[in-house]
């Protein structure tokens, strides 16, 4: 499947998407600024290129969490496949594995856990939400390592889901032939149907953990070897706790805007946080990426890699697997060219003069 941008991609999963399924996944939190703030932030920032640097040969791949992978873009965490395409979450991972790059797999996948690893080809994170029942917790994350995945990704930023607003009109909820595959065994497969509201808010607040403190990374690593990335982080203080209770890394996300719609774009606070983290966990950021260059500007502030989850299930939509790895390809090919076209040979030298002349 070839395609020239991903606008056009989302311009085709527009189209053959219903209107529920479409709003679901395209909505953000009440004005929905946020959503728009984390694409337009990217366009502030400019690249100041080296020339007469030897870019004849170019290596993107990289590490994350130690894990190789062909370019520092991965698939994030994001619910729901199957309401865009019936292969749902497998074409996914196919497609990033066809990409060579890391999938993160939601706790809120219509596919369960090790059906997805079994079908991966590269390495398969788990995004975790913490239960009120913690011991059913606890069994989906020792399930979670038994089936193979690398890492667990901890979402810190919803106590309540936020407030949808297109799903507050639509009334979201799932198809009766849909459920959360991961929860089964502990009876929360299903979302309420929905009175007024979206069914899945009426979901998180009944079952989800609002009272979670720094204390539950700790926890989680009684439970578990698996680094532990803690995502939904935009302050400098919040990340450096995360790292000094035991966290491997952070991702810098606003949840793609459908938290709290006064949130700030990843992009804009990503520099501050890493300087106060200076290296001690690795970083990563999701929110707006769009095109390749904006991967390159994450780098320069400091990010090991970025993560994309809307481009995804435009290409899911728009192709299945085939869909998924044009998303990942289109946006490889655009970093590539954006390496060769600022001086950059390979990922270490994307560095912060490019963003910022100044820096020595």
């Known amino acids: 499947m070839e395609i020239l941008n991903l606008a056009e991609l989302e311009a085709l999963a527009r189209d053959r998407l219903p209107q529920l399924a479409w709003d679901y996944y395209a909505s953000g939190a ?6 728009r703030r984390n694409c337009e932030a990217w366009e502030r920032i400019a690249l100041h ?4 640097v030897d870019v004849s040969r170019r290596d993107l791949s990289t590490t994350v969490l130690g894990q190789r992978i062909a370019m520092p873009i991965g698939v994030a965490p994001t619910a729901f496949h199957r309401l865009a395409h019936e292969d749902g ?27 997805v690893v079994a079908a991966a080809s590269g390495p398969v994170w788990f995004q975790l939400y913490v239960y009120r029942d913690r011991a059913a917790t606890e069994a989906l994350v020792r399930r979670v390592e038994a089936a193979g ?17 297109r799903d507050v009109k639509n009334r979201f909820a799932l198809p ?4 959360i595959q991961n929860l089964h065994a502990a009876g929360y497969a299903r979302l309420p149907s929905a009175s007024g509201e979206s069914g899945l808010a009426a979901y998180v607040a009944d079952l989800l953990d609002p009272g979670l403190t720094w204390d ?4 989680l690593r009684s439970l578990t070897t698996l680094p532990i990335v803690v995502k939904g982080i ?3 203080d919040d990340a450096v706790r995360a790292i000094e209770h035991g966290a491997a890394g952070i991702v810098v996300s606003n949840h793609g805007g459908r938290q709290l719609d006064a949130s700030p774009a990843t992009i804009d606070v990503l520099p501050r946080i890493a300087e106060a983290v200076a290296g001690r966990g690795e970083i990563f950021l999701d929110g707006g990426v769009r095109r390749g260059a904006d991967v390159i500007k ?13 481009p995804v299930l435009w290409g899911l939509a728009a192709g299945g697997r085939a869909g998924v790895a044009a998303a990942l390809a289109t946006l490889h090919r655009e970093l590539d060219l954006a390496f060769a076209l600022c001086g950059c040979p390979d990922v270490a030298s994307a560095t912060r003069d490019l963003v910022d002349p100044e820096t020595p």
Not at 49 to 52: A, G, K, P, S, T
Not at 98 to 110: I, K
Not at 151 to 162: K, S, Y
């Open 176 to 179: 009766t032939d849909l459920g």
């Open 30 to 35: 009440d004005d929905e600024r946020c959503l």
């Open 298 to 310: 994450a780098l320069a502030f400091g990010a090991r890699a970025v993560f994309v989850g809307r």
């Open 234 to 236: 935009v302050r400098a």
């Open 149 to 165: 995945c690398r890492a667990l990704v901890l979402t810190v930023d919803a106590p309540l889901l936020g407030r949808r607003e």
């Open 49 to 52: 290129y080296r020339v007469l």
């Open 89 to 115: 979450e497998l074409a996914s991972v196919r497609g990033a594995g066809d990409a060579g790059t890391v999938f993160v797999l939601s706790t809120l996948s219509n596919t369960a856990v090790e059906e």
């Open 216 to 219: 539950v990374i700790g926890w």
